[in-house]
């Protein structure tokens, strides 16, 4: 996965737009497909865990594993794309 650490942000900055939301919703029903669901319960048995879900208004949401050091998004058939170019912060 090609992906763009950028430096924490606490307070302000282009980069910090949750604007109060928790990186992992609690409704996760709301914004992953049931394929989705389905994919990251299998995988989290070989240690993938959902790291965030990217809200960005209308637009789909991006879902985010990782595994380790490796992340990938997950797509909205269930599959893991690992070669998906994203900026996010660590």
Known sequence: ?????????????????????SPVPNNLVEFLS??????????EVFGWRLSFIRRM??????????????????EGDGSLNTEVDISFRI
């Open 1 to 21: 996965m090609a992906y763009h650490v950028v430096s924490k942000s606490t307070t302000s900055g282009p980069y910090n737009k949750r604007r109060g939301l």
């Open 34 to 43: 049931h394929q989705q669901l389905v994919s990251l319960r299998q995988m």
């Open 57 to 74: 208004g209308e637009a789909e949401a991006v879902t985010i594993v990782c595994n380790g050091k490796r992340c990938a998004k997950l």
